[in-house]
C-alpha cells in the first residue's frame, strides 16, 4: 500500500509539475503560449491543486503544503507524529516537479535572456520588495487558505466536490491578492524549487533569491498556523490562547522587519 509520504510526493510533484509549467509556458521564450498572462498562470494552479487532490487525496489527504500539514497539527487537527514524514514528501515532490519542468522546456532556457524570467519559473519574487508588505502578504493569504479549507471541511454538502472548491480557494487568492508576492503560500512551492534552480544547469540563469527565500517559507508557516486555529476559536470556542500566541509570534517577526528595515537606511 502507498505510504503518505509517497502520496504526499506525488501530489506535490502534480503541483509542481504543472504549476511551474504554466509559469514556464508563459513567460519562456519561443513557447506556444509566451504573454498569456496572469489569469492563464492562476487557473493552471488552480486546476494542478485539485487534480492532485483528487489523485493522493483518498491516501494522504494531500495536504502538499507544509503550512497545511503543520497548521493542522498546531490545531490539534492532525497527529505530530506525521508531520515530519509529510513535509519530507512534499520537499522531495516540490524538487522533482522543478526537475521535470527543467527538463521539459530545456531547449527554451537558452532562448530566454530574462535571468528573472528564468528565476520566476521555479519561485516567487515580489513585484515590489518590501519585506514587510511581502511577509504580511504571504501570511494574509495562507491565513485564508487554511481558514477557508476548514471552513469547507466542516459542511458535509461539499463532500466529493472539496478539491474543486480548494482549486477555487486557490483561483481567488491568486487573482485577488495574489500579484504581490506571486502568492506562494507553500513553502515547500518555493523553497524545494529554488533549490533546484541553484543547482540545474540552467542556461543564462542568474541567482536564486536567497536574500528573498526565508519569507515565501516564515510567511506561510505563520499563516496556516494562524489560520486554523483563528477557524476553531471563531467557530468552535477552542485554541484560544494558542491563536494569541501564534499572533503574538507573528507581530514580534512583522515588527522586526520594520526594525530592520529603519536600521539599514
Avoid at 26 to 51: M, P, R, Y
Avoid at 66 to 73: E, F, R, W
Avoid at 193 to 201: G, K, T
Wanted: hydrophobic share 50%.
Amino acid at each position: 500500500m502507498m505510504t503518505n509520504l509517497i502520496a504526499e510526493l506525488i501530489g506535490t510533484f502534480i503541483l509542481i509539475y504543472f504549476g511551474a509549467g504554466v509559469v514556464a509556458s508563459v513567460l519562456l521564450k519561443d513557447t506556444k503560449a509566451q504573454g498569456s498572462g496572469w489569469l492563464v498562470i492562476c487557473i493552471a494552479w488552480a486546476t494542478a491543486v485539485t487534480i492532485a487532490i483528487y489523485v493522493v487525496g483518498r491516501i494522504s489527504g494531500a495536504h502538499i503544503n507544509p503550512a497545511v500539514t503543520i497548521g493542522l497539527a498546531v490545531a490539534g487537527e492532525f497527529p505530530w507524529k506525521d508531520v515530519a514524514p509529510y513535509i519530507i514528501g512534499q520537499f522531495l515532490g516540490a524538487a522533482l516537479g522543478a526537475v521535470a519542468t527543467y527538463l521539459h522546456y530545456l531547449p527554451h532556457w537558452e532562448r530566454t535572456e530574462s535571468k528573472e524570467e528564468k528565476l520566476a519559473v521555479f519561485c516567487t519574487a515580489p513585484a515590489i520588495e518590501n519585506k514587510f508588505s511581502n511577509l504580511l502578504s504571504e501570511i494574509l493569504g495562507t491565513w485564508m487558505l487554511l481558514f477557508l479549507i476548514m471552513s469547507i471541511g466542516a459542511n458535509n454538502y461539499t463532500n466529493g466536490i472539496n478539491p474543486m472548491i480548494i482549486g477555487l480557494i486557490i483561483l481567488l487568492i491568486g487573482l485577488g491578492i495574489g500579484s504581490t508576492t506571486g502568492f506562494a503560500i507553500n513553502p515547500a512551492r518555493d523553497l524545494g524549487p529554488r533549490i533546484m534552480h541553484a543547482l540545474l544547469p540552467i542556461k543564462g540563469k542568474g541567482g536564486s533569491g536567497w536574500k528573498y527565500s526565508w519569507i515565501p517559507v516564515v510567511g506561510p508557516l505563520l499563516g496556516g498556523c494562524l489560520g486554523s486555529l483563528s477557524y476553531l476559536s471563531l467557530f468552535e470556542n477552542k485554541c484560544t490562547y494558542s491563536l494569541l500566541i501564534c499572533t503574538g509570534i507573528t507581530l514580534v517577526i512583522l515588527g522586526a522587519t520594520i526594525l530592520l528595515k529603519n536600521k539599514a537606511s
